[in-house]
Each structure stands twice: as structure tokens, then as C-alpha cells.
């Protein structure tokens, strides 16, 4: 990559044809969402090599409750699965684990693997690495929005940045770039306010196939963009 290359602070990942992948193999979805999270996984790593200091990855969200009970099972298994698996390698590469989204539904098993994931490796220098689970953008401004009625501020107070800390994603910076995978061109509820000003980019390789070539072109594109945001 050419060291001139405009890196971007933060990017946000719609990790998309986990499914696809495996239908095309003649394999089960569930071996899908498995390779899956070994790109994930490839993904923090390839982007902390070029500078990237925070990536958020849409990781389960609100709608994902409506697949079948056996696919929903396994996601949130592999979720704590990847945890326990993974954790101590991101804890010693320095990366710093954050959750956004109602994980209220989830077990509390699972509620506390996150929340320990969490208090271990709060402290690391970063990169920062973020999962949004039962994530929805429509329930995460109803939720803020909530939280500030319960305050009470008078009607001046409540600015873009007062609005801002009441997300599931503070203080997480908004994403530089959002990139979807596998074909799809929305962005399905993902960071809606955090992402009015993100550089889309929808690429119809699957998640699984998801390389490195293409996630570093991604970022020289991204350094080629002219970024005006509003003027």
C-alpha cells in the first residue's frame, strides 16, 4: 500500500453471504457462519497492520431472531464459541472489545462472556474492535431517545453531540467507510445515524471469501475519494 494512502480512522463491516457460501459448496449455513468468523477475524488484523484504529462489525441483528430456531441457536453458540476461542488472541494483539446493541435477549451466560471480554481488555492500546448484536439502527434512536426523555433536558441542550452519547456505540468515532459484502446494496439498518457521511463501498464477493487484496484496494479507494460532506 502506498504510504501516502489516506488511512481511515474507522470502518464498519456488513459481514453478508455467510449463507451463499455454503449453498454454493453444498455445505450447511452453519459451516458458513464458522469460515465466516475466521474472516472476521483476518479482517482486525489486516486492518491494524495499515493503521486502522476502530472496526465495527454488524455481527447479529434485530432481524436475524426471525431465522430458523436451529441457524439462531448456533449463532449466538459460535458468538461465545469465538469468545472464549479468540479472546485471548485479541487480548494479546492489543485489541480493545466492545459491544452495541440490546444484548438483554441473550443469556446470561452469554451477557457475561461479553461483559468480562469487555473489562479484559479495556486497557489495551487498540485497535478497537466492535460487535453490534441484536443491533438495530431504528431500535438503537429509540433507545437513545428514550434515555434523554428520561433526563429531562431542555430543548437547547439536546445537540447532535448530546444526541450522539446516548447511542449503543459511544464513543466509538463514525465510520470513515462502511463496506457490505456478497451483492447486497443497503445497508439494512446499520449505524444510521453514525453513517450519514460514511464512503459506501458493496462488493458481491461473500463474507467468506472476503480477501485481503480487496480490503486493502477498498482503502486505497477510499484515500482517492473526495470527501466534501456538505460543501
Known amino acids: 500500500m502506498d504510504k501516502e494512502t489516506k488511512i481511515p480512522t474507522c470502518v464498519g463491516i456488513i459481514m453478508d ?11 450447511k449455513p452453519l459451516e458458513g457462519h464458522k469460515a465466516g468468523g475466521e474472516t472476521l ?4 488484523k489486516w486492518g491494524r497492520d495499515v493503521g486502522i484504529k476502530h472496526v465495527v462489525f454488524y455481527t447479529f441483528s434485530t432481524e436475524n431472531w426471525k431465522r430458523g430456531e436451529e441457524e439462531v441457536s448456533y449463532l449466538l453458540e459460535l458468538i461465545g464459541k469465538f469468545l472464549h476461542d479468540e479472546l485471548d488472541y485479541f487480548h494479546k494483539e492489543g485489541g480493545v472489545l466492545h459491544y452495541a446493541g440490546d444484548l438483554s435477549r441473550f443469556a446470561p451466560d452469554l451477557q457475561e462472556k461479553l461483559r468480562k471480554a469487555e473489562e479484559k481488555t479495556a486497557k489495551n492500546p487498540g485497535p478497537h474492535v466492535y460487535f453490534a448484536l441484536n443491533y438495530g439502527g431504528r431500535q ?4 437513545a431517545v428514550k ?4 433526563e429531562g433536558p431542555r430543548a437547547e441542550d439536546i445537540t447532535e453531540d ?10 466509538m468515532p463514525d465510520p470513515d467507510i462502511i463496506i457490505r459484502t456478497s451483492g ?13 457521511y460514511s464512503e459506501l ?6 463474507w467468506p471469501d472476503f480477501s485481503k487484496e480487496e ?11 473526495d470527501r466534501r460532506i456538505g460543501k
Open 17 to 27: 453471504g455467510n449463507r451463499r457460501w455454503a449453498k454454493a459448496k453444498g455445505l
Open 41 to 44: 477475524k483476518n479482517v482486525v
Open 140 to 143: 438503537e434512536i429509540l433507545s
Open 147 to 150: 434515555k434523554i426523555v428520561e
Open 162 to 171: 448530546y444526541f450522539a452519547k446516548h447511542l449503543q456505540t459511544h464513543p
Open 184 to 196: 447486497e446494496m443497503r445497508l439494512s439498518g446499520f449505524l444510521p445515524w453514525q453513517g450519514v
Open 201 to 206: 463501498f458493496f462488493t458481491k464477493t461473500t
Open 215 to 225: 480490503f486493502l484496494q477498498i482503502i486505497n479507494d477510499f484515500g482517492n475519494r
